[in-house]
């Protein structure tokens, strides 16, 4: 049996129990599901927003890409929620972000010293 890195579970949406259950998959037979704590969920989240972030990176079509930035923005709000913010405040900050500092439609690219620092 090969030895990997992969983590042995992962946070998943809240209806993807009942529908691996229901597709009758083999992989349904070893699946097992538990409830996160409270307490996890900011941690779970972290992991949840790096996997999709990464999936981003990896797409290769509009509608891959589509599907993975829903995903992100999905984690963004619940992490919102585990921050015990709403997205009307996040997206205000943004909103403050943008027009103190700009966003990035002008494809600025900032170059760096030899420290790595900003100049």
Not at 18 to 44: F, T, V
């Given at each position: ?100 500092k700009g966003a990035f439609w002008n ?13």
């Amino acid at each position: 049996m090969r030895q990997t890195d992969e983590p042995r579970e992962k946070l998943v949406r809240d209806h993807i129990p009942h529908i691996i259950r229901k597709s009758g998959h083999p992989c349904a037979l070893d699946s097992e599901y538990r409830k996160a704590a409270p307490e996890e969920m900011k941690d779970l989240l972290n992991l949840k927003l790096r996997e999709e972030a990464d999936e981003l990176l990896r797409a290769t079509t509009q509608q891959q890409a589509l599907e993975e930035l829903a995903d992100l923005y999905t984690v963004i709000e619940s992490l919102a929620r585990e921050h015990h913010l709403d997205m009307r405040q996040v997206r205000s900050e943004v909103v403050a972000k943008e027009k103190d500092k700009g966003a990035f439609w002008n494809r600025y690219v900032l170059f760096l010293n030899r420290s790595g620092e900003k100049l």
